[in-house]
């Protein structure tokens, strides 16, 4: 069973706040991501990290962003969250980032915006 | 570029019944495709994936999938569905053209009847 956590599970927040989302693995992957997932729809990449201090955006815009001072953390911040930026946030991880490795999941964070 | 399409964003089968998902890819290159299930309130979880080894591939919990080159497909096989089976599941596609990026179809959403 993949080790790795996402704090908070639930968030429902109103208009302007700011908010960080926590993610977590104790495995020593050097990779990790972030997925955006609408309900019903496919999960889009919003960010990835190839290790400490590497931060990439993903094909899907997002107005989030991430930050990866050490190895195990991996958090995704919004400065003024907004009703669109209602959704399910998927955090991953992987070990090598090559073509067949397996990426590990995180429970999710389904966030309201109200 | 490279896309998935999943076919039926519902399928409902009776317990003991095949399970048939169906996945079709779109590569330029040669693909490398995976299976995921996601459970209520849960991240995803890897069943298998196609790494070229082998055509026929067999994943957890009695879930197996074939590649078949000339159709484009990776459909996801059971011959006899569990209630514990029902789920959403996921059929993602990464080639070499992306290896940051796993594309993800929109997720077919099994029922299992009694």
């Known amino acids: 069973e993949a080790d790795i956590y996402q704090t908070p599970r639930y968030l429902v927040i109103g208009t302007g706040k700011k908010i960080t989302l926590e993610c977590s693995q104790t495995?020593?992957?050097?990779?990790m991501y972030w997925y955006q997932q609408d309900p019903g729809m496919e999960l889009h990449l919003i960010h990835y990290s190839y290790g400490v201090n590497s931060t990439e955006k993903g094909d899907l815009s997002s107005e989030s962003t991430v930050s990866r001072i050490r190895t195990e953390h991996f958090p995704l911040t919004l400065e003024s969250a907004r009703p669109s930026h209602t959704s399910q946030y998927l955090c991953?991880?992987?070990?090598?980032?090559?073509?067949?490795?397996?990426?590990?999941f995180g429970p999710g964070t389904r966030l309201t915006v109200l | 570029a490279q896309s998935v399409t999943q076919l039926g964003s519902h399928v409902s089968v009776s317990e003991g019944a095949l399970v048939l998902l169906r996945c079709n890819y779109s590569?330029?290159?040669?693909?490398?495709l995976f299976w995921y299930v996601q459970y209520p309130n849960q991240g995803l979880q890897l069943l298998l994936k196609y790494t070229s080894a082998a055509t026929l591939v067999k994943g957890i919990n009695g879930f197996e999938a074939e590649f078949k080159k000339s159709e484009t497909s990776f459909h996801l096989t059971k011959p006899s569905a569990h209630m514990s089976d029902a789920a959403e599941y996921f059929c993602?596609?990464?080639?070499?053209?992306?290896?940051?990026?796993?594309?993800f179809g929109s997720g077919t959403q099994l029922t299992v009847l009694p």
């Open positions: 993602a596609v990464r080639s070499s053209g992306s290896a940051r990026q796993l594309t």
């Open positions: 991953a991880s992987s070990t090598s980032g090559t073509l067949t490795d397996t990426q590990y």
């Open positions: 590569s330029s290159v040669p693909p490398y």
């Open positions: 495995m020593g992957h050097d990779k």
